[in-house]
Nanobody, 127 residues
Framework: DVQLQASGGGSVQTGGSLRLSCAASGFSFDKYAIGWFRQAPGKERDRVACVSSKDGITWYADSVKGRFTISRDNAKNTVYLQMNSLKPEDTAVYYC????????????????????WGQGTLVTVSS
């Protein structure tokens, strides 16, 4: 069975840090680009960051540039999202997703471009 297991969420104060993990199984992980999305209550699900399948090319939303870092370890079938200098507006459920493409492009901005989704992990940042 295909699984994407997101973990690492929690509650932190403004300026704090969290590292999210997305552990994958059941598919050829190193052939998939991975994206992190987030969805705040009453809002749409938005792409936060993504990483290509093998060469480590990354993309970030302007709102998180310089604060978040996405990385992957294909040997462990895991993608990470290091989140620093967290703000209350980062509060959301964070989802990881896998897309069967090798490259990072505007194609990965669309939710429908992803083949598999994790269950989400809640991040709460208090002021």
């Amino acid at each position: 069975d295909v699984q994407l297991q997101a973990s690492g969420g929690g509650s932190v104060q403004t300026g704090g840090s969290l590292r999210l993990s997305c552990a994958a199984s059941g598919f050829s992980f190193d052939k998939y680009a991975i994206g992190w999305f987030r969805q705040a209550p009453g809002k749409e699900r938005d792409r936060v960051a993504c990483v290509s399948s093998k060469d480590g090319i990354t993309w970030y939303a302007d709102s998180v540039k310089g604060r978040f870092t996405i990385s992957r370890d294909n040997a462990k079938n895991t993608v990470y999202l290091q989140m620093n200098s967290l703000k209350p507006e980062d509060t959301a459920v964070y989802y990881c997703a896998a897309s069967n493409v090798n490259y990072v492009s505007s194609y990965l901005a669309r939710i429908t471009s992803y083949d598999y989704w994790g269950q989400g992990t809640l991040v709460t940042v208090s002021s």
